[in-house]
Structures are given as C-alpha cells and as structure tokens.
C-alpha cells in the first residue's frame, strides 16, 4: 500500500511511504519494494515517477476485504480506509475506463464512496471520510 499527500496528482512531488504485508517473505519484500519503487518498469515506475521524497518502508500487518461492492483496509495504528462502490442506473455500477492518471491500467474503476480514510504516520494525521474515491482489480508486468 503505497501512501501519497494529498494535493493535485499529476503535479508530481509526492511524499510516499511503502507498507508492505509482514507476512512477505525477504525475497518477495525486496520485489515489492523494487516494483512501488519503479525499478521493474511498467506503470509501477510511472507511479513512481511522481514521487519526490519517500518518507519510509515498513513491514506491518495488513488486513484487506473484498466484499461485494465494499473494500477495506486496516493497518494497525496506521490506516483504516473502507470504500462502497456507488449506484448507478438500475443498481450498476457506475464506472471510468481509460483515466490518465490510473493506478490499475487495463481495467475499469468503480466509482465509490469512503466511508472512512483515517491515516496516521510520518507525522501526516489525516481524516478524509466521505469523499469519492474507485476500486478496481489491477495487474503490473514489468517493461
């Protein structure tokens, strides 16, 4: 789960930190950090090409949800993030397909709702529930 300061997104200069599931082993925590770091190639590196300063890389516990049109996220004592895919005609989902700016390329996002983003760390304490938000699945291959 990469972590960027809020702002406008394509302006670049973000502060990111990298958590990384504790349940990773050395090998595949070295491969997470290269791919978010954006020495893979792929659109990782393109992520990574707005990122000015990294604040740091920690190995927690992450616990992630997928139920339905719901997802959530819980890093203890860091972030608790839960997001509700919004209705559109009929029940749909409402989506976007081909934003410049996609973290998952190749695939649709669904429009969503936070319920609740709460993060703290780094010195950076932010409450930014109830503002619009997507999911989607997502695949990364290097270049």
Sequence with gaps: MAIHSPGHMAEGKWRAALYLDERADTAQREALTAIFGGQAGGHPAVLASFVGEILGVASVAIDYQGDGKRRSLTIPNVAEAEIEAVAGQGGADITIDNHPLAVAPGHVAVVSRSKKLNYSDY?????????????????????
């Design 123 to 143: 010195g950076l304490d932010w409450n930014l529930s109830e503002k619009s938000g997507f999911y989607s699945p997502f695949t990364y291959q290097a270049a």
